[in-house]
């Protein structure tokens, strides 16, 4: 598959779903991947990557922005607090803020930097102990502290287990960030961004599909 047609089925979701074209933002997942792949992406016009470890970021994007000084990059995976100041002037945005101690440390380096990127916070709809994410049933008082702090929470976002009908956690999501008073919504991957779509993906982080199989 390419980058043109994920764009068109993106389009086509947002249709389906009777929302306006361009209200769901395409986010090319980029972990993994071979320079080259991600230089034809940036060729073909796309600026908006998601990756999963600051590490491999911080050796991959500074280049990259020496000649598409426009990229909107989104940090996904899981982030450890030594690894937060990093972070923040690198991304644009988090979208895996899952824990107060973490919360904490982006907000007294926000003070510090007088700069934040945008935040979402990661919800583990499926309550699995071996992924990061807030529960559902703390995320409000989550959400409230976040607030305290001042923090730039923009959404929520999640990863469905990979057994289960993930339409199930995205309205899950989509729920709890209604009533929080929360815009964004970034779920849906390769295999059911369009499901997202229908339920009201603001985000979909699409890598496979448009990049390839990665090789690790």
Known sequence: MSLQEITARVAA???AAGRPNGSVTLVAVSKVQPDERVAAVLEEGHRIFGENRVQEAAGKWPGFRETYADVD???????QTNKARQAMELFNTIQSVDRPKLATTLARLAQELGHCP???IQVNTG????????????ADAFVAECRALDLPIKGLMCIPPVEEEPALHFALLAKIAERNGLSGLSMGMSGDFETAIALGATHVRVGSAIFGARSY
């Open 13 to 15: 979701a947002e249709t």
């Open 73 to 79: 990059l989104h940090l996904i995976g899981p982030l």
């Open 118 to 120: 945008e935040l979402f």
């Open 127 to 138: 309550e699995e102990e071996q992924k990061a994410g807030i529960l559902p049933a703390d």
